[in-house]
């Protein structure tokens, strides 16, 4: 700590005796401007000569300003010796200046004032210095206090750094752990894929052991039944006089017989060679050697059964493998490729001069955007830079509500899977420079171009209730 500077303090008896000492001695010697050499000069001047008193050191020569003073005796600061006769006469006694006593008093009297004002403002100063003192160790207070946060804060980010490498080393074993679900799910999926074509194979063979093993005991059957030989014996004799299966069933038939019974017979006769060339099968019989309807019918439905489980069975496999894209980017891949190999191939292609068409496919949560433009240059097929859904800046727009409804309809573009498709509500058209919002047509637009293909689709009755002049 600094210390502290008080002034001076001067008693005022001690000022009032210097001033008057002062004054005295000012009142006591006086300057009478009459030049000089020596003290002498002094005494011999006749402007001083008369005031010079005895004896000789009344009068002097001041060095400093060679001029004679008088009522002093001797120059204090001169060197010469005064040496003149001893005076006869004595020195009066000096008198006070009142005036001078006057400028004397208001002096004390300023620097009482002043000693006054001096303490008051060492008084504040004192006073500020202890604020001074008291902020400053407010100052060091709160540095102290700042410093512990910047040590706190120190630590917390140590800390927080130790757990942000923690969760980076975290993180990059969740990756590596991704990474091996990944190659594990691949596998999964190939053993899946695997096991289904493995299914598949089982079903298909026994779907075909199974027919075989039918077809077998069917043949067995129709070669180990044997028909009744009174029937046979009939058959024979009718055969022999003549008579055409034609003639001989009817009757055969109200006596109680079936008409495989009768058939079989026929067949029985056939084989022990009674019936042959000589034609009484007849153009309007039986021919002996075939099948009857009925067992043709049950063939014929063994077989449909059979090619329908078999579709049945490849259209469950197909079903488990279902196209699905997994990210935006995958769908975008799928339908520019999609575009590409149909664009030139449909119905309309050649229809059309020119054409700007935005097509948006939705497929769960993912969703692409292309647009075709036809010009006399070529096709310009590219991503859009929104979906067609969210924008009418152009020329036409549809949306898929599926990538399977736009798949069916890039593979063939016809009027009848169009309308399929928007009855099913799978196909939207959205608002467009033609199509204004609340699907009504742009009159300002020129719909001359698309009328070829407006007209392969839309009836006279249905352009005219449209609106649309072809």
């Not at 637009?445 to 352009?463: F, G, K, R």
Request: glycine letters at 6%.
């Amino acid at each position: 700590m600094k210390p502290k500077w008080r002034p001076l303090k001067i008693s005022v008896p001690l000022i009032i005796f210097l001033m008057l000492s002062s004054f005295l001695v000012s009142a006591v010697a006086k300057d009478t401007t009459v030049t000089c050499v020596t003290n002498q000069d002094c005494y011999d001047s006749p402007d001083t000569g008369d005031s010079c008193a005895t004896p000789s050191d009344d009068c002097s020569c001041l060095n400093k300003t060679k001029t004679c003073w008088t009522g002093l005796k001797g120059d204090p600061t001169s060197n010469q010796q005064i040496t003149t006769p001893t005076p006869t006469t004595t020195t009066a006694s000096p008198t006070i200046n009142q005036s001078a006593l006057d400028d004397l008093k208001k002096t004390i009297d300023s620097l009482q004032t002043q000693s006054v004002t001096a303490d008051e403002k060492i008084a504040t100063l004192e006073s500020s210095i202890v604020l001074v003192q008291q902020q400053l160790t407010e100052l060091t207070t709160s540095l102290n206090t700042v410093s512990t946060q910047l040590a706190e804060q120190t630590q917390s980010k140590e800390a927080l750094q130790k757990d942000v490498t923690s969760v980076a080393t975290g993180l990059a074993g969740l990756q590596t752990d991704v990474g091996s679900a990944k190659k594990d799910l691949k596998t999964v999926e190939s053993d899946v894929a695997s096991i289904q074509t493995f299914k598949l194979i089982v079903t298909i063979v026994g779907l075909l052991l199974i027919s075989a093993g039918i077809l077998l005991g069917l043949q067995f059957y129709l070669k180990t039944k044997k028909a009744d030989p009174r029937l046979v014996q009939y058959v024979l004799k009718q055969a022999q006089q003549g008579k055409r299966f034609a003639q001989v069933q009817p009757v055969l038939l109200k006596a109680g017989w079936t008409d495989d019974d009768i058939k079989e017979a026929y067949r029985e006769a056939m084989k022990k060679g009674s019936l042959g060339a000589s034609g009484t099968a007849g153009p309007g019989g039986f021919a002996p050697s075939g099948m009857d309807s009925k067992k043709v019918i049950f063939l014929a439905g063994f077989a449909l059964f059979f090619v329908i489980g078999i579709i049945l069975v490849l259209k469950g496999v197909t079903t488990g493998h279902a196209i699905f894209f997994k990210t935006p980017g995958e769908l975008s891949t799928a339908m520019k490729t999609n575009i590409e190999k149909n664009l030139e191939t449909n119905l309309f292609y050649n229809k059309i001069k020119v054409a700007d068409l935005c097509v948006e496919v939705e497929e769960g949560d993912n969703s692409a955007s292309y647009r075709i433009i036809k010009s006399k240059k070529g096709n310009k097929i590219q991503e859009a830079t929104v979906n067609c859904d969210n924008t009418d800046n152009n020329g036409f727009a549809v949306k898929f509500k599926s990538w399977e409804a736009f798949d069916l309809v890039s593979n063939d573009l016809t009027c009848a899977n169009i309308k399929t498709l928007h009855n099913k509500k799978l196909m939207y058209v959205l608002p467009s420079k033609v199509i204004k919002k609340g699907f009504t047509l742009d009159e300002t637009t020129d719909i001359t171009p698309y009328c070829a293909v407006l007209t392969e689709c839309l009836t006279a009755a249905q352009l005219k209730d449209a609106g649309i002049d072809c």
